[in-house]
């Protein structure tokens, strides 16, 4: 049986929808990159900037507040002062984080990168997202396949395409691990 992998990439920053005081209205925020760290003596707080899509009004969404300077690890400190890539958009793609600041997330634009597959021999695929989204899996995978929704849910009824790493492959999120085999 062929083995093929698929990695999920984000096309563009994740972004957050809430209000924006300038716009007066809900709006998309996307994520600069950026952090913004405040130590004031005993406490220590860190934000990652969001902007708005519409006026580019900032949103600070909190990701740490009034904790001890000591009590983040010091690799994980020099990240936020640094601005690190992958730093950042790991706390950009955390639903939980954005759901306490008051935040809905948004739903990412993704591509997935590997080898196209033919439905005539059996193939395992292990699709990977690097970074959790808001979005199913089924979505991008009918748009790797180039399958449209009920040709899809057909090929999920006969057995022809199914997960075999325990997660119901019509509602499960993208996130971590797929596999999936297609016979």
Known sequence: MKKVKWTARYLSTPAAVRYCKHCGVKTVFVSSGLFRVNAQQ??????????????????????????NPHA????????????????????????????????EPGIPEIEILGDTV??????????????????????AIRGKLAVSRSQFDQLCESGR??????QN???????????IEIR
Do not use: Y
């Open 169 to 179: 492959l019509k509602k499960c999120k993208l996130a971590g691990k797929i596999l």
């Open 161 to 166: 395409i199914r997960c075999t790493s325990g």
């Open 72 to 103: 983040p690890a010091p690799d994980l400190l020099q990240g936020f002062h640094s601005n690190d890539e992958d730093l950042a958009m790991r706390w950009a793609t955390d639903t939980a984080l954005l759901k306490r600041n008051g935040a």
């Open 118 to 139: 033919d439905f005539t021999e059996p193939v395992d695929i292990e699709l990977t997202a690097e970074w959790p989204a808001e979005s199913k899996a089924a979505t």
């Open 42 to 67: 005993k406490a220590l707080d860190v934000w990652l900037i969001f902007k708005c899509q519409n006026c580019d009004t900032t949103w600070n969404c909190t990701i740490m507040s009034r904790v």
